[in-house]
């Protein structure tokens, strides 16, 4: 059964959007997409009307000639309008660890915070809110679209759950079942509850899309495991297939290249890479062969280490992506942020190392927004979301150009990419209808849920306080040793303290 909170949040907001279209009105930029040349656009001092969960009109004036009855007018006079933002790796369900990973490595997150250890922990309610909670971050952050590596799929109550939550968010989600050697839950039950599924599927949902997840490629390339996950990919025709790919010393080489020998990577399904930190040239060759994408997740790889070996040389290829956002921030343009200053650090380094001088800058605030909108929705095969063309979807956001932050732009895209953060959004809007009005979510009773929420993280925080940190010694699991990484020290003198953890 659904549950009955995220139920009654879901009928509130059908009928708190009672008007099937939306002019959003004189605003002063609307950052457009000419489909023909890939290129960004910006229409001054123009509005936008938004029919049912589509674009209708752009309009170079504040209010067209005529508009269709009980149409909802949005006066957004010193506003920029932008695409909505597409995350294309996260793990929503996680949302109860914020903060007491703070300082975690990538072989300390996954003895202690990955899907095969922390799942004792989360009853199918803890999975729920955390995963709704969650995706309400990403709303009121201005992601519009997610593609969720969903491995919270331990026990059919567990995986259901998530799903009700993604399906009670209001987000548009492709949600991925994730098939993996977890106790207790074998691959067989897993097809059997990921069947179950699809044949329930409500016909009505037009945000969440299935997909799957499954991270035992090269673990077991020839297996029944795999060749059962390709079948069934296949059979349902899945909105898109995810993996994790590392490579190099983490192991994990769940690459294109292993794709592509399974007879799998040239096919109707997206498949996306999450962060292929170790990709070779043959990978990135093959990605561009047959247009499958990488998710870089600029925020998390720098936090856990798993580095960008030769990621600058892929963006033609890539996607941006959240990935463990307890960790760190959830909204998409810091993570565009991060990834243009180091893309431009890593070219300049290349000439400044030959003691020469750049004349231009290697990379621009463009070529960032498009990669947290249009690259995300091309990684997913999707040319209706990340856009704002005549019939794209209508996910939509609304900055406030006279913030203190954004007071005095010029170029909305610079705007946004360089200095919004999250408090400038105004308005978020998903297949054209409000998620987010006048600076809050259009939640209702978003209080309740909060509350429901701070009950589940209470108590999974204090079982994680009680738990001893793993002792990382020796091999890591791939068969390479670890080692201490050097310390910071900011303070004169060696050793000058790590700080505690405050939890």
């Given at each position: 059964?659904?549950?009955?909170?995220?139920?009654?949040?879901?009928?509130?907001?059908?009928?708190?959007?009672?008007?099937?279209?939306?002019?959003?009105?004189?605003?002063?930029?609307?950052?457009?997409f000419d489909t023909k040349t890939?290129?960004?656009?910006?229409?001054?001092?123009?509005?936008?009307?938004?029919?049912?969960?589509?674009?209708?009109?752009?309009?170079?004036?504040?209010?067209?000639?005529?508009?269709?009855?009980?149409?909802?007018?949005?006066?957004?006079?010193?506003?920029?309008?932008?695409?909505?933002?597409?995350?294309?790796?996260?793990?929503?369900?996680?949302?109860?660890?914020?903060?007491?990973?703070?300082?975690?490595?990538?072989?300390?997150?996954?003895?202690?915070?990955?899907?095969?250890?922390?799942?004792?922990?989360f009853t199918p309610e803890d999975?729920?809110?955390?995963?709704?909670?969650?995706?309400?971050?990403?709303?009121?952050?201005?992601?519009?679209?997610?593609?969720?590596?969903?491995?919270?799929?331990?026990?059919?109550?567990?995986?259901?759950?998530?799903?009700?939550?993604?399906?009670?968010?209001?987000?548009?989600?492709?949600?991925?079942?994730?098939?993996?050697?977890?106790?207790?839950?074998?691959?067989?039950?897993?097809?059997?509850?990921?069947?179950?599924?699809?044949?329930?599927?409500?016909?009505?949902?037009?945000?969440?899309?299935?997909?799957?997840?499954?991270?035992?490629?090269?673990?077991?390339?020839?297996?029944?495991?795999?060749?059962?996950?390709?079948?069934?990919?296949?059979?349902?025709?899945?909105?898109?297939?995810?993996?994790?790919?590392?490579?190099?010393?983490?192991?994990?080489?769940?690459?294109?290249?292993?794709?592509?020998?399974?007879?799998?990577?040239?096919?109707?399904?997206?498949?996306?890479?999450?962060?292929?930190?170790?990709?070779?040239?043959?990978?990135?060759?093959?990605?561009?062969?047959?247009?499958?994408?990488?998710?870089?997740?600029?925020?998390?790889?720098?936090?856990?280490?798993?580095?960008?070996?030769?990621?600058?040389?892929?963006?033609?290829?890539?996607?941006?992506?959240?990935?463990?956002?307890?960790?760190?921030?959830?909204?998409?343009?810091?993570?565009?942020?991060?990834?243009?200053?180091?893309?431009?650090?890593?070219?300049?380094?290349?000439?400044?190392?030959?003691?020469?001088?750049?004349?231009?800058?290697?990379?621009?605030?463009?070529?960032?927004?498009?990669?947290?909108?249009?690259?995300?929705?091309?990684?997913?095969?999707?040319?209706?979301?990340?856009?704002?063309?005549?019939?794209?979807?209508?996910?939509?956001?609304?900055?406030?150009?006279?913030?203190?932050?954004?007071?005095?732009?010029?170029?909305?895209?610079?705007?946004?990419?360089?200095?919004?953060?999250?408090?400038?959004?105004?308005?978020?809007?998903?297949?054209?209808?409000?998620?987010?009005?006048?600076?809050?979510?259009?939640?209702?009773?978003?209080?309740?849920?909060?509350?429901?929420?701070?009950?589940?993280?209470?108590?999974?925080?204090?079982?994680?306080?009680?738990?001893?940190?793993?002792?990382?010694?020796?091999?890591?699991?791939?068969?390479?040793?670890?080692?201490?990484?050097?310390?910071?020290?900011?303070?004169?003198?060696?050793?000058?303290?790590?700080?505690?953890?405050?939890?």
């Amino acid at each position: 059964m659904r549950h009955q909170l995220g139920t009654l949040a879901l009928l509130c907001h059908a009928a708190a959007t009672g008007a099937t279209s939306v002019l959003l009105s004189n605003a002063s930029a609307i950052i457009t997409f000419d489909t023909k040349t890939e290129a960004l656009g910006v229409l001054r001092h123009g509005s936008v009307l938004l029919d049912g969960d589509r674009i209708a009109g752009l309009y170079d004036s504040a209010v067209p000639n005529s508009l269709p009855n009980n149409t909802d007018v949005v006066d957004c006079t010193g506003k920029i309008i932008s695409p909505g933002f597409i995350d294309t790796h996260r793990h929503g369900w996680q949302t109860a660890f914020k903060t007491i990973g703070s300082n975690t490595s990538l072989a300390e997150y996954f003895l202690r915070y990955g899907e095969y250890v922390a799942n004792s922990y989360f009853t199918p309610e803890d999975v729920y809110i955390g995963q709704l909670a969650g995706l309400y971050e990403a709303l009121n952050a201005g992601t519009t679209t997610n593609l969720d590596h969903a491995h919270h799929t331990w026990s059919n109550k567990t995986s259901e759950a998530g799903l009700n939550a993604t399906l009670d968010s209001g987000a548009r989600v492709v949600w991925g079942y994730t098939f993996h050697n977890v106790t207790n839950f074998t691959m067989s039950e897993q097809t059997a509850n990921f069947r179950d599924i699809m044949a329930s599927w409500p016909s009505n949902n037009t945000l969440v899309t299935p997909a799957m997840a499954y991270d035992h490629w090269a673990s077991n390339p020839y297996g029944k495991d795999t060749q059962n996950v390709m079948a069934l990919a296949r059979e349902y025709n899945v909105s898109a297939m995810t993996t994790h790919y590392l490579g190099g010393p983490w192991d994990n080489a769940n690459s294109p290249e292993l794709f592509q020998t399974l007879g799998f990577l040239n096919g109707t399904i997206p498949c996306v890479f999450s962060h292929a930190s170790y990709a070779t040239a043959q990978d990135a060759k093959l990605l561009r062969e047959t247009n499958q994408y990488i998710s870089n997740t600029p925020e998390s790889e720098m936090h856990y280490g798993h580095t960008h070996e030769h990621s600058y040389d892929m963006m033609d290829q890539m996607s941006l992506g959240e990935d463990t956002f307890f960790t760190y921030s959830t909204d998409m343009p810091t993570q565009a942020r991060i990834w243009l200053q180091s893309a431009r650090y890593q070219s300049y380094n290349q000439i400044m190392s030959q003691w020469e001088i750049p004349n231009y800058n290697p990379m621009s605030v463009n070529q960032a927004f498009l990669m947290a909108t249009r690259k995300g929705a091309l990684a997913l095969r999707r040319t209706d979301l990340g856009i704002i063309a005549d019939g794209a979807k209508a996910d939509l956001l609304v900055y406030d150009g006279r913030s203190p932050g954004m007071l005095g732009w010029v170029d909305p895209v610079a705007a946004i990419i360089l200095h919004a953060n999250v408090g400038d959004l105004e308005h978020v809007l998903v297949g054209g209808q409000f998620k987010k009005r006048d600076g809050k979510l259009t939640v209702p009773n978003y209080g309740a849920i909060q509350d429901r929420f701070l009950e589940s993280a209470v108590k999974i925080q204090k079982a994680f306080r009680e738990t001893p940190y793993p002792v990382m010694e020796g091999n890591f699991g791939s068969g390479f040793p670890y080692v201490e990484a050097r310390e910071a020290d900011i303070q004169p003198g060696n050793g000058t303290g790590y700080g505690e953890l405050f939890v």
